[in-house]
């Protein structure tokens, strides 16, 4: 009896995809400077809190309102529309420069079983335990499975050629001990 797998996946690795870890790249950031923004009014009630205590308001207030323009400089080149897509590009492009050469147009056909994954390519082969996941993130194109060390994987919704995206999300979430996400 021939055991199939619970999903298969066929992607291409193309400018596309390069562009969509470049759209969550930044997302990613973005998320990132909304904490360093709470952090930052921490550190203002901190200093406001010193600066009762110590009695010295003006060297508080100077200190205070250096990290505040600080602020305010970083968020204005974040929301700059120039500035996202001129990074968005700088990424995508890092990103080609360091494919292997042949990389960029091959395709890797993913496989998920009920214990395992497997990958497998013109260049390698191999299987990943499930345990390995540490986060996965749903967009509306697709997933980002995070695994071992930082290393990021993408799933087009489009690319199943066996199982579906609805339930993908749902066996993921069980494997990965509910790490997975909406990242709409």
Known sequence: MKVEPL???RMVLDDSVLREYAARNLQADSDGFKRMKFKM???????????????????TLLTGGIAVAALIALERKQRSQKGRREEFERQVNWMKQHLAPGE????????????????????SRGKLDY???QNVVE??????????????????KTAF??????????????????AARDGR
């Open 139 to 156: 967009t509306e194109q697709g997933f980002f499975v995070t695994v071992e060390k930082a290393r990021r994987l993408f799933f087009w």
């Open 41 to 59: 009014a921490g550190f203002l009630i901190a200093l406001l809190v010193i600066g009762i205590l110590t009695r010295d308001p003006g060297r």
């Open 104 to 123: 960029l147009g091959s395709e890797t056909v993913y496989c998920f079983w009920e214990q395992e994954m497997t990958w497998e390519n013109e260049r």
């Open 161 to 178: 050629t066996a199982g579906d995206s609805q339930g993908f999300r749902e066996f993921l979430e069980q494997r990965s001990s509910g």
């Open 131 to 133: 345990s390995s996941i």
């Open 7 to 9: 999903f298969c996946i």
